[in-house]
């Protein structure tokens, strides 16, 4: 049976990777979709692409770290189609720096978009996903809301942070034996530009973060995304995504903090020395 047909899904993040690969897919089984993103062209892109499937399409240029466009955006698409059923919380942002090198802001701006923009999405979109009856939160974390690694404290923290978010919300929806479904979504090496896009302390060692991060991307954004809607599809609690996640997350649940000594040993001879010290 096909959950997606005929239901309106959100999809931020939407305009590659990903996000792009999500709202294809689920055009492809039929949902109606109400696309958002910051980068306008890819947005567009994507729009087309799904044009070809989808009953209907809408987007809206939108930066998920702000809370009233994004409300605004959440009732708008419950206007237009009269209905919410799927919100699928995936926009986000990469950043590499030591605590001691980074700037107050460098970590705001991470925890903005892939913290903030995720906890927005939920609370926007809710009212009109209870008012639906049958509704569903999917938010991505990341492999890295598993384990952390050393100059990663911003983007785990974010993830650390929707990990707890997701999991306290999806138990409140069980307490209350409200409609809702809640997911988390923990993506290991996906094959996108996300790892281009990551910005650094100053720009430093980002082609040597890029060039050892495509050895390590083992996973496609389209299988990725088959995934992720095949776990939705059961009412999954967790996804992970990858044999990279699964592996991980057997290991941080075996190991316990006594991962961080293995995992900063290795990444002692591995990562760049700009940027790890000052």
């Known amino acids: 049976m096909n959950v997606f047909s ?5 999809v931020t993040g939407a305009s590659s990777g990903m996000g792009r690969s999500l709202a294809v897919e689920l ?4 949902a109606k979709l109400a696309l958002c993103d910051i980068n306008e062209a890819g947005l567009e892109e994507t729009a087309r ?8 399409v809408e987007t ?15 009732d708008s698409v419950a206007h237009h189609y009269g209905a919410v059923h799927y919100v699928f919380n995936n926009a986000g942002i990469g950043f590499i720096g030591t605590v001691e090198r980074s700037e107050f802001k460098d970590i705001e701006r991470v925890m903005d978009v892939d913290f903030w923009g995720v906890v927005n999405g939920t609370k926007a979109f809710l009212p009109h996903l209870l008012a639906s009856g049958d509704g569903h939160v999917v938010n991505t974390s990341s492999i890295l809301g598993l384990f952390s690694l050393p100059a990663s404290n911003a983007y785990s923290a974010a993830k650390f942070a929707v ?19 809640v997911t988390c979504v923990y993506p290991g090496g996906i094959k996108t530009d996300f790892a281009h896009s990551t910005t650094s302390v100053g720009g430093e060692g980002l082609e040597a973060f890029s060039n050892g991060m495509d050895r390590l991307l083992t996973t496609s954004a389209d299988s990725a995304a088959k995934t992720i809607l095949k776990g939705v599809e059961r009412g999954q609690p967790k996804i992970l995504v990858g044999l990279d996640a699964s592996v ?11 991962y961080q000594r293995l995992v900063a040993k290795i990444s002692g001879r591995l990562m760049p020395k700009a940027m790890l010290h000052s």
Do not use: H, Y
């Open 27 to 30: 055009a492809r089984r039929g």
């Open 60 to 74: 809206a240029v939108i930066n998920v770290a702000e809370r009233e466009s994004v409300l605004a955006w959440a």
């Open 248 to 258: 991980v997350d057997v290991l941080a649940r075996i190991l316990g903090s006594n």
């Open 6 to 10: 005929d239901k309106v899904a959100v």
């Open 163 to 181: 990990r707890g978010f997701t999991e306290s919300f999806r138990q409140e929806m069980l307490v209350t034996k409200q409609p809702i479904k």
């Open 49 to 56: 692409l799904c044009e070809k499937f989808a009953p209907e």
